[in-house]
């Protein structure tokens, strides 16, 4: 069974920095894409960043040349540098695995960006 645990989140002032690590076991395979979502109080859950198996990158529009997505495979982890973080980047960050028959799902972490 995949399991996923999201950590790194915290309370930081505008125009900071955090560092999210999504650490994953339990069988997976590094050729299937993982991403970052988001999921600010009362509104839907968005994807943030995304890396393939191959290491391709896409961004949401609002993270894009502040947010970047890396992998370590040797450590089977996925990680979310931010940087410049804004009030509105304030949500629970979840990380997600693409597997071959369904996604699984880390627990959330909160980041909360405010003065």
């Known amino acids: 069974q995949v399991q996923l645990v999201e950590s790194g989140g915290g309370l930081v002032q505008p125009g900071g920095s955090l560092r999210l690590s999504c650490v994953a076991s339990?069988?997976?395979?590094?050729?299937?894409?993982m991403e970052w979502y988001r999921q600010a109080p009362g509104k839907q859950r968005e994807l943030v960043a995304a890396v393939t198996g191959g290491g391709d990158t896409n961004y949401a529009e609002l993270v894009k040349g502040r947010f970047t997505i890396s992998t370590d495979n040797a450590k089977n982890t996925v990680y979310l540098q931010m940087n410049s973080l804004k009030p509105e980047d304030t949500a629970v960050y979840y990380c997600?695995?693409?597997?071959?028959?369904?996604?699984?799902w880390g627990q959330g972490t909160q980041v909360t960006v405010s003065s």
């Open positions: 339990g069988g997976i395979f590094r050729n299937r894409p």
């Open positions: 997600k695995y693409a597997g071959f028959t369904r996604d699984y």
